[in-house]
Each structure stands twice: as C-alpha cells, then as structure tokens.
C-alpha cells in the first residue's frame, strides 16, 4: 500500500556530513529520513523556495524536456530500500500513454516538486524506516548542521547566477 507523503525539511547527518531529506506521512506521525546528495538538496530547496533562474539546473531542463515531450508526471513512488539505498519512480502520462522510470529518490522529489506531484512512500520504506519516533528535531547542532541550515536558510538565485523573478 502506498502512503502519500510531504517534504517536512532537510536537515544534515552529523556522521557522514550528508544532507537528510525528511519525508512525513499526510495521515499519520510518522518521518521518512532519505540521505541524499548535496546537489540534490540545493536542487530541491531551490525548488521549494520558487527560485527561477535564466540558465536551468538539471531538474529544470528536465522538466522542460517533459513538458516539451507533452508529458505530465502524475506522481513519484519511493518504492523500495534495500542494503540502505533507496529506490523510486517517476510516473509520466500523457494522451497517449502512460508510463513509469526508475529513479533515485532525490532526483523524483525534485522532480515532483516542480511538477506538484503527490510523492508517495511504500509500506516497505515504512516499515523499514529508523526514524519512528514522532518527535523528531529538524535541526543539527555540530557546527557542520549549523553551517548547512544556515546555507540553506540564505540560499538566492545570485548563488547559482542570473535568476528571473
């Protein structure tokens, strides 16, 4: 069964200085943490915020791609986790067909979130799942979290370049 999710946040993992995306169930308490790349995270926070730039980033021209494809992505799935790596799919339509491809997780949220599509986590990944607590803290407090909060925080389109508002 799938379970609809949003992002709640990104934090930084302590031990291996990598950025978490926070995933948290619609229905429900529980929180999803996927380590993802630093380029990913810019991405996805850039994308959160809005920011527009002249030159796309990779997601950006992705989309563009889809959108010149006359293709819709209806939703990503994060679909499995196996020896701690996480699996997803990006689920395109169109008039014509309707079809699905694998992904990395990171790389279908940024996705999802230009498009506005639902994002939905696998019984397994909750299942699976280490941070089952309902209390959890979006911030880090070693002086590497404090740096990548505070970078997240400040982050413009001037970091990236030329934007367009």
Request: charged share 25%; hydrophobic share 40%.
């Amino acid at each position: 069964m799938l379970h609809e999710v949003t992002v709640a946040g990104m934090t930084m993992d302590p031990a291996s200085n990598t950025p978490i995306i926070i995933l948290k169930l619609v229905k429900g308490d529980q929180a999803i943490p996927i380590w993802i790349g630093l380029l990913e995270a810019t991405s996805i926070a850039s994308a959160l915020r809005n920011i527009k730039f002249d030159r796309p980033m990779t997601h950006d021209l992705f989309k563009n791609f889809i959108e010149t494809m006359n293709l819709d992505v209806s939703k990503i799935e994060v679909c499995d986790l196996k020896n701690n790596t996480f699996y997803a799919k990006i689920y395109f339509t169109s008039e014509e067909t309707n079809f699905h491809m694998d992904a990395r997780p990171s790389d279908a949220i940024a996705i999802a979130i230009r498009f506005s599509a639902p994002i939905y986590v696998d019984d397994k990944i909750i299942e699976q799942s280490q941070m089952v607590d309902t209390d959890y803290e979006m911030t880090d407090d070693t002086e590497e979290g404090k740096k990548w909060a505070e970078y997240l925080e400040k982050l413009t389109p001037d970091d990236f370049g030329k934007y367009k508002v």
